[in-house]
């Protein structure tokens, strides 16, 4: 059975390479989750906006389920392919193909890693903003599919402010030019827009045109020690109102802890609670002398009690690993991950009632607090123990995301910021969204996708 479905869609697209090792379905078949077992039925990988189109033809008169896949380093199992579903990794699909000097924009193929959209940009003396730990290994296409956001959303936005088009496969296999890389384009829905965040289940993206901007002025990364989880809104207003911050991440001590023995080097003598990493235009002696200001308003008030400023780019890179590396020093822990948002205004009241309920529900695990704090965005990640199974961990997780969820709701908050519902959250989706617009969003899905083809089960069930 599966080798003639192999067979027929190697006949319906003949140049289309195809993966069918078990090492390749393993490794293309799961993402950073790692919760659920690979088992998809082969992984294509197509060259050409024309080959994604006949897998598509291929998948609708076969009736076989596509998982569009990027570098899989998304965390809420949205790249997943756990149940016999062809895998189309956009792997082979990642060159920059044009760039515009006027509109400022560079049109991109959906698996070019982040990073090389970077340094594309670059190239032509611009950039591209969005950034994040993972740039080296995801691409611009799973960016678009989850909306990402990242460590410089503060200043730029998320991935939605910075898409003027996007060619999109559909499920039926018709090519979609959505925007075209206008500006204003006041013709009724926005489906660029609707296809930005919508995780695989609405179409394949297979191109985008991204726009570029200015660098920003020169810049300087500094390191604070908080005392206590009170004082971080207080030093986010000090530094807000004072500096252009590009960048303002928070930490606590147990996440320095994690970092340091996977290779960081210790940024102060003593531990301190909290940490914040903040980078802000610094490019002459009025920026400096308020990011000055700044530090010692906050040490005066007691919400600071050391700090230290990058003297070179090495040394703020060095600064930097010590939030970036966060992720990966967890890794082997497979931890439970909460990446929840509310606005910034009601941060304080949030965290606080966040902080009492992680404390409560799980004194026995060891739970990592950090993220984006200037944009409302914790990550809350809980650690599983060695001596306690998979299933067991998840569960007692499970339990109190739910009562995490009810908090959210109260807050008109999100279950997901930046990373996605896939598999992981999908059954949480109802504390951030009403009963009707669920409906709208199911209703949407069956008119891209009537025989729920894309990406199934992922985001809700239809
Ligand atoms: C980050 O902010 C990423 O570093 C990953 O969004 C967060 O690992 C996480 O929970
Ligand atoms: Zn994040």
Redesign the pocket.
């Known amino acids: 059975m599966t080798d003639s479905r192999i067979a027929s869609l190697q006949q319906a697209c003949p140049g289309l390479k195809l993966k069918t090792d078990p090492a390749d379905l393993e490794h293309y078949g799961r993402d950073w989750t790692r919760r659920w077992t690979p088992a998809p039925l082969a992984i294509a990988l197509p060259a050409t906006v024309e080959e994604v189109q006949a897998v598509m033809r291929w998948s609708a008169g076969e009736g076989v389920a596509v998982v569009p896949s990027g570098g899989r380093t998304g965390?809420s199992g949205g790249a997943v392919a756990a149940n016999g579903e062809l895998v189309l990794s956009l792997e082979r699909m990642n060159k920059a193909l044009a760039y515009d000097a006027v509109d400022r924009t560079l049109v991109v193929q959906a698996g070019m890693p982040l990073e090389a959209v970077h340094n594309a940009a670059l190239d032509h003396g611009l950039i591209y903003p969005v950034d994040?730990?993972?740039r080296g290994s995801c691409t611009i296409g799973g960016n678009i599919a989850t909306n990402a956001?990242?460590?410089r959303v503060i200043r730029y936005g998320n991935t939605r402010e910075w898409i003027a088009g996007l060619k999109v496969v559909t499920a039926s296999g018709e090519l979609l030019e959505l925007n075209k890389g206008l500006i204003k384009n006041s013709s009724g829905y926005d489906f660029r827009q609707l296809l930005i965040g919508s995780e695989g289940t609405l179409g394949v993206i297979v191109e985008a045109t991204v726009k570029l901007t200015d660098p920003p002025p020169a810049s300087n990364v500094m390191l604070l020690a908080l005392p206590s989880f009170e004082v971080l809104m207080q030093v986010f207003a000090a530094f807000r109102a004072r500096l252009q911050l590009q960048a303002f991440?928070f930490f606590t001590d147990r996440a320095l802890e994690h970092v340091l023995a996977h290779g960081a080097q210790a940024p102060f003598d003593e531990v301190h609670p909290y940490y914040v990493v903040t980078e802000f235009a610094a490019g002459d002696d009025a920026q400096e002398a308020a990011a000055m200001a700044a530090f010692e308003d906050c040490m005066g008030n007691g919400w600071v009690s050391d700090g230290v400023i990058s003297a070179s780019d090495a040394q703020a890179a060095q600064l930097w690993r010590l939030?970036?590396g966060?992720?990966e020093s967890?890794a082997r822990y497979k931890?439970y991950?909460?990446?929840v948002s509310v606005r910034i205004s009601a941060m304080p009241a949030f965290l606080a009632e966040t902080q009492a309920l992680i404390g409560q529900a799980y004194p026995h695990f060891d739970v990592v607090w950090?993220?984006?704090i200037g944009d409302g965005?914790l990550?809350?990640?809980v650690l599983k123990p060695d001596d306690t199974s998979d299933a067991d961990f998840v569960a007692q997780c499970e339990h109190v995301t739910k009562l995490l969820a009810q908090v959210l709701a109260r807050f008109d908050g999100s279950i997901s910021a930046?990373?996605g519902i896939g598999l992981v959250k999908k059954g949480y989706l109802d504390s951030t969204r009403g009963p009707a617009e669920i409906a709208l969003m199911k209703a949407v899905k069956r008119a891209f996708d009537p025989q729920a083809r894309l990406n199934p089960g992922k985001l809700f069930d239809v």
Do not use: Q, S, V, Y
């Open positions: 965390l994040f730990a993972a956001g990242g460590i991440e939030r970036e966060i992720t967890l931890p991950k909460n990446d950090f993220g984006h965005n990550h809350i990640n930046e990373h």
